[in-house]
C-alpha cells in the first residue's frame, strides 16, 4: 500500500473588511441605535412615561416569545423597540428631573428676558476662542462659565426670590463680582 503526500496547504488569505463595514459587525450597534431612536421620539413627541413603560414591557415580552421561534427576525424587531422604548423612557426621567428649587420653573418656552441675582458658586472656566480654523464653520468666540447659585431674578419690575443653582455663560473679557446681576434669557 503506497501513501501519496498530501498537497501543499495554498494559504487563504482573509481580507479584512472595510471599516466602514466592521462597525455594523458589533452586537449593540441596533441596540444603540434603537434606543437614539427612542430619544429622539420622546423629544419631539413629548412621550408619556407610562406609555413609554408599558410599550416597553410589552415589546420585551413579545421578544421572550419570538426570540427562540421560527421567526428570529420578528423576535429582533420587538427587541430593537423595547429598546427604543426604554430609551424614550430615560429620556422622558432626564429631562423632567429637576430639583423643586431650580430655576427652571419660573422659564417658559417662548424665552423671556429676565434678570438674576446670585452668589458665584464655582471657580469661572476660561474656554479661549478659535482663530482662523479651517474645520470650523463659525468661530467660537471666548467665553467665561461658572456656577451662579441664584438668590432672586426680576421680570417685567416683579423680583422674586429662590435658592436654585443655574448655568450661566459670560464673555471672557468680563469682571464680575462675587454677588453679580446677569441679564439672562429664561427658556426651557
Not at 417662548?110 to 474656554?127: E, F, H, K, L
Request: one cysteine or more; charged letters at 20%.
Amino acid at each position: 500500500m503506497t501513501t501519496a503526500a498530501a498537497p501543499p496547504a495554498v494559504p487563504v488569505t482573509v481580507r479584512p473588511a472595510p471599516a466602514a463595514l466592521q462597525v455594523w459587525r458589533s452586537p449593540l450597534v441596533p441596540v444603540a441605535l434603537a434606543a437614539t431612536a427612542g430619544i429622539i421620539l420622546d423629544r419631539y413627541l413629548d412621550i408619556p412615561i407610562a406609555i413609554s413603560l408599558i410599550g416597553a414591557l410589552a415589546a420585551l415580552a413579545c421578544f421572550v416569545l419570538h426570540g427562540a421561534g421560527p421567526r428570529r427576525m420578528l423576535g429582533l424587531v420587538y427587541l430593537w423597540t423595547g429598546c427604543a422604548a426604554l430609551g424614550a423612557a430615560y429620556h422622558n426621567v432626564h429631562r423632567s428631573r429637576a430639583a423643586p428649587d431650580d430655576i427652571v420653573h419660573f422659564a417658559s418656552e417662548d424665552g423671556r428676558p429676565a434678570r438674576v441675582r446670585g452668589v458665584i458658586d464655582s471657580q469661572p472656566t476660561v474656554t479661549p476662542g478659535t482663530t482662523d480654523d479651517p474645520l470650523r464653520s463659525f468661530q467660537r468666540k471666548a467665553s467665561t462659565r461658572f456656577l451662579l447659585q441664584v438668590t432672586a431674578t426680576q421680570d417685567l419690575n416683579e423680583a422674586k426670590t429662590l435658592p436654585p443653582a443655574t448655568r450661566s455663560r459670560r464673555s471672557a473679557d468680563c469682571r464680575c463680582p462675587n454677588r453679580p446681576a446677569i441679564p439672562a434669557s429664561l427658556r426651557i
